[in-house]
């Protein structure tokens, strides 16, 4: 407990010119809920499925990471290796490096391993989550087959100053702090965000990957195990600054600097004496951006530059009779990339748009394992450029037409080509079909190329076709808001890469030759009031179909026309959340269908893990004393203690609970 107040000490005292804002009102639930209107038919998102994140989902998950909230409340499919384990994010099921994640407006994939660790990214230093379906995801940058998550921050400039201090206290020795806090007037704001989570991480679980046999039975016996080695710690610190040097000029800077440590369990599947393997993950990262806008009459520019750098470190000790703790692995990466974009909007008239930008990103990496004397050294440059045309008639159809042509090292990479169209159904309801087709392409990540032992130079890029169509529905009875959506998507990737163990005795990436990718999602929400009852309803459903269509002769019969591993043919969640006087009760539902390990999708050989269906419970109240805001929240995770994997032998926790208090002035 002292060391987690030592380090949220050095933080308040290294931090100079602080502000905080915050989503509005209460941390927890939102008395007069602030929502901006989405123009439902906007000719700048013609064809484009995109979903925001509900502020008060936010406000509600301020413990969590975002993985836990794109699990629970959107269709993308997040694989844990554990609670605060590596968690990976899968749209329409492609593969982690198929999901671009931009934070305010820069892109912080790894570019080593190609995707983003979720469970680095706490709720709390986010305002806004807006998701990418597919191809347009191609507005940002190339390589998004699946989709992109664009996370961001905003101030309000109509807010108050304000203090907030949240502490949480769960189970399993879980302590999370957040402080807020800041100064501002209506030409310059500041705001900081502190945080800090631990956690010891030892829930006891069912081994199913160890039998023993029952002596006087005879019967397999699963035995009760403890989750050892898997604590975590994890505290940062956002700082932001806003300036409006005039009405038409607006500058804004962004720092985000985290460190996380976190030891790896060993496999369910081990037998071997406890403690024999010591796995631990250190990660720090810095990353800044700046953006400045100017905004005339009919045009916009946009001018942003952001630089990122990452240290991670992992080691593995094994211990040896005699010798003690022996090193095995000790691996250093050091990655630093910086981003530069320009770009100009153009309006000449309301019916019309052109967009253009350039961006240039620069990766260096360097990577060594110092006990096995492997590694690399490799830079990369990316040039990107942009064309966008969007066009609008009669308020009954939207055009959009967006052509990206990228450079990778200077080398012309193919050419990127997006269509997509909105059709208003019914003059006067907001009825709309919209569909798209697009080309698109995904360089190899670096560690695909060169990762000692294993990389392949010889990799082709990932590329292929994606087509999609739907329906979208939005209508107001009263005081009850519906909306609702159903997409049917199809893609046609050739030369996917995945890893597989080789003759060689490791793992070496391949092209599989083409996968097809398809699938419907559904989406339906209604949320209103009877009387002073507020209410939500929520829910996603996603049938995904993700199949090797690789060459049989390289990859086996076996493999051939069956779903990818770890993608789940069903999946969905539904939120119902009530407010009323102050109290607020939230109820979490997630499903998944079963999910293979083997490319094969072999059950009798048991590597596949069964369907699960988790249930989550908040209930909540808020209190008002004159000028002082106090909440209280308790949390029941995994409500009706399901035993379940989102990775073969990592189990994840049973039944659990989390206090939540809240103090804001």
């Given at each position: 407990m002292l060391k987690r107040v030592n380090i949220l000490s050095v933080l308040l005292m290294c931090t100079l010119g602080v502000f905080s804002q915050g989503i509005q009102d209460s941390v927890f639930q939102l008395k007069t809920v602030q929502v901006k209107a989405e123009q439902l038919f906007d000719k700048e998102e013609a064809g484009m499925k995109q979903m925001r994140v509900d502020s008060v989902i936010l406000l509600e998950k301020v413990n969590l990471s975002l993985s836990d909230v794109l699990s629970e409340n959107t269709s993308v499919f997040i694989k844990e290796h554990g609670r605060g384990a590596l968690a990976s994010a899968s749209f329409r099921g492609t593969a982690p490096s198929h999901t671009q994640v931009n934070w305010n407006g820069i892109n912080i994939n790894n570019p080593m391993a190609g995707m983003v660790d979720f469970s680095l990214i706490p709720v709390y230093v986010i305002d806004d989550v807006q998701l990418k379906f597919g191809a347009a995801s191609i507005a940002g940058q190339s390589g998004g087959l699946g989709g992109s998550v664009n996370i961001g921050n905003r101030i309000d400039w109509q807010s108050e100053p304000a203090f907030r201090y949240i502490q949480g206290i769960g189970s399993y020795s879980t302590f999370d702090e957040f402080l807020q806090f800041g100064?501002?007037?209506?030409?310059?704001?500041?705001?900081?965000?502190?945080?800090?989570?631990?956690?010891?991480?030892?829930?006891?679980?069912?081994?199913?990957?160890?039998?023993?046999?029952?002596?006087?039975?005879?019967?397999?016996?699963?035995?009760?195990?403890?989750?050892?080695?898997?604590?975590?710690?994890?505290?940062?610190?956002?700082?932001?600054?806003?300036?409006?040097?005039?009405?038409?000029?607006?500058?804004?800077?962004?720092?985000?600097?985290?460190y996380a440590e976190r030891t790896i369990p060993r496999a369910t599947s081990y037998e071997g004496p406890d403690n024999s393997n010591l796995n631990r993950q250190s990660d720090v990262d810095h990353r800044v951006v700046a953006d400045w806008k100017h905004f005339r009459e009919k045009s916009k520019w946009l001018l942003r530059s952001g630089f990122t750098s990452k240290d991670l470190t992992y080691t593995l000790k094994n211990k040896v009779a005699g010798l003690g703790e022996v090193a095995a692995v000790y691996s250093e990466s050091r990655l630093n990339s910086s981003y530069n974009k320009v770009s100009y909007t153009l309006k000449p008239e309301r019916s019309f748009t052109i967009k253009s930008s350039i961006d240039f990103n620069y990766h260096d990496v360097n990577t060594e394992d110092t006990v096995q004397r492997t590694g690399y050294a490799k830079e990369r440059s990316e040039l990107s450029f942009l064309l966008a045309l969007q066009k609008s008639y009669a308020e009954r159809l939207n055009l959009n037409l967006m052509l990206r042509q990228n450079w990778t090292d200077f080398e012309m990479q193919p050419f990127v080509p997006f269509f997509g169209f909105d059709y208003r159904l019914i003059k006067t309801e907001n009825l709309i079909l919209k569909g798209s087709i697009a080309r698109n392409y995904h360089q190899p990540g670096l560690n695909d190329l060169y990762w000692q032992p294993g990389g392949n130079p010889a990799l082709e890029a990932e590329e292929g076709m994606s087509y999609e169509l739907g329906l979208e529905y939005r209508h107001r009875f009263g005081s009850h808001h519906l909306q609702t959506e159903l997409t049917a998507f199809y893609s046609d990737i050739n030369n996917w890469i995945i890893w597989v163990p080789s003759y060689r005795g490791y793992w070496e990436p391949r092209n599989i030759k083409r996968v097809l990718s398809r699938g419907v999602e559904v989406y339906a929400n209604v949320k209103g009031r009877f009387g002073k009852l507020n209410y939500k309803v929520a829910a996603n459903y996603a049938y995904t179909s993700s199949v090797n269509y690789g060459d049989p002769v390289v990859w086996g019969d076996e493999s051939y026309g069956k779903q990818l591993v770890y993608i789940p043919l069903h999946s969905g969640n539904l939120m119902l959340n009530l407010a009323w006087k102050g109290f607020y009760l939230t109820w979490q539902h997630n499903s998944y269908s079963e999910r293979f390990t083997t490319s094969s999708n072999d059950i009798s050989r048991r590597d596949w893990l069964y369907p699960h269906f988790m249930n989550d419970l908040i209930i909540g109240k808020e209190f008002q004393l004159e000028k002082l805001t106090l909440a209280a929240e308790f949390k029941i995770y995994n409500l009706f203690d399901e035993t379940y994997h989102s990775v073969l032998y990592r189990p994840m926790p049973g039944r659990n609970y989390m206090l939540m208090l809240m103090i804001k002035i």
């Amino acid at each position: 407990m002292l060391k987690r107040v030592n380090i949220l000490s050095v933080l308040l005292m290294c931090t100079l010119g602080v502000f905080s804002q915050g989503i509005q009102d209460s941390v927890f639930q939102l008395k007069t809920v602030q929502v901006k209107a989405e123009q439902l038919f906007d000719k700048e998102e013609a064809g484009m499925k995109q979903m925001r994140v509900d502020s008060v989902i936010l406000l509600e998950k301020v413990n969590l990471s975002l993985s836990d909230v794109l699990s629970e409340n959107t269709s993308v499919f997040i694989k844990e290796h554990g609670r605060g384990a590596l968690a990976s994010a899968s749209f329409r099921g492609t593969a982690p490096s198929h999901t671009q994640v931009n934070w305010n407006g820069i892109n912080i994939n790894n570019p080593m391993a190609g995707m983003v660790d979720f469970s680095l990214i706490p709720v709390y230093v986010i305002d806004d989550v807006q998701l990418k379906f597919g191809a347009a995801s191609i507005a940002g940058q190339s390589g998004g087959l699946g989709g992109s998550v664009n996370i961001g921050n905003r101030i309000d400039w109509q807010s108050e100053p304000a203090f907030r201090y949240i502490q949480g206290i769960g189970s399993y020795s879980t302590f999370d702090e957040f402080l807020q806090f800041g100064f501002g007037n209506s030409k310059i704001r500041s705001r900081t965000r502190l945080y800090h989570n631990y956690s010891k991480n030892d829930y006891t679980f069912i081994n199913r990957g160890i039998g023993n046999v029952d002596p006087n039975t005879g019967s397999i016996v699963n035995p009760l195990d403890t989750n050892h080695n898997a604590e975590f710690m994890r505290y940062g610190v956002l700082q932001e600054v806003y300036l409006k040097a005039a009405s038409n000029h607006m500058f804004s800077a962004k720092y985000w600097g985290l460190y996380a440590e976190r030891t790896i369990p060993r496999a369910t599947s081990y037998e071997g004496p406890d403690n024999s393997n010591l796995n631990r993950q250190s990660d720090v990262d810095h990353r800044v951006v700046a953006d400045w806008k100017h905004f005339r009459e009919k045009s916009k520019w946009l001018l942003r530059s952001g630089f990122t750098s990452k240290d991670l470190t992992y080691t593995l000790k094994n211990k040896v009779a005699g010798l003690g703790e022996v090193a095995a692995v000790y691996s250093e990466s050091r990655l630093n990339s910086s981003y530069n974009k320009v770009s100009y909007t153009l309006k000449p008239e309301r019916s019309f748009t052109i967009k253009s930008s350039i961006d240039f990103n620069y990766h260096d990496v360097n990577t060594e394992d110092t006990v096995q004397r492997t590694g690399y050294a490799k830079e990369r440059s990316e040039l990107s450029f942009l064309l966008a045309l969007q066009k609008s008639y009669a308020e009954r159809l939207n055009l959009n037409l967006m052509l990206r042509q990228n450079w990778t090292d200077f080398e012309m990479q193919p050419f990127v080509p997006f269509f997509g169209f909105d059709y208003r159904l019914i003059k006067t309801e907001n009825l709309i079909l919209k569909g798209s087709i697009a080309r698109n392409y995904h360089q190899p990540g670096l560690n695909d190329l060169y990762w000692q032992p294993g990389g392949n130079p010889a990799l082709e890029a990932e590329e292929g076709m994606s087509y999609e169509l739907g329906l979208e529905y939005r209508h107001r009875f009263g005081s009850h808001h519906l909306q609702t959506e159903l997409t049917a998507f199809y893609s046609d990737i050739n030369n996917w890469i995945i890893w597989v163990p080789s003759y060689r005795g490791y793992w070496e990436p391949r092209n599989i030759k083409r996968v097809l990718s398809r699938g419907v999602e559904v989406y339906a929400n209604v949320k209103g009031r009877f009387g002073k009852l507020n209410y939500k309803v929520a829910a996603n459903y996603a049938y995904t179909s993700s199949v090797n269509y690789g060459d049989p002769v390289v990859w086996g019969d076996e493999s051939y026309g069956k779903q990818l591993v770890y993608i789940p043919l069903h999946s969905g969640n539904l939120m119902l959340n009530l407010a009323w006087k102050g109290f607020y009760l939230t109820w979490q539902h997630n499903s998944y269908s079963e999910r293979f390990t083997t490319s094969s999708n072999d059950i009798s050989r048991r590597d596949w893990l069964y369907p699960h269906f988790m249930n989550d419970l908040i209930i909540g109240k808020e209190f008002q004393l004159e000028k002082l805001t106090l909440a209280a929240e308790f949390k029941i995770y995994n409500l009706f203690d399901e035993t379940y994997h989102s990775v073969l032998y990592r189990p994840m926790p049973g039944r659990n609970y989390m206090l939540m208090l809240m103090i804001k002035i």
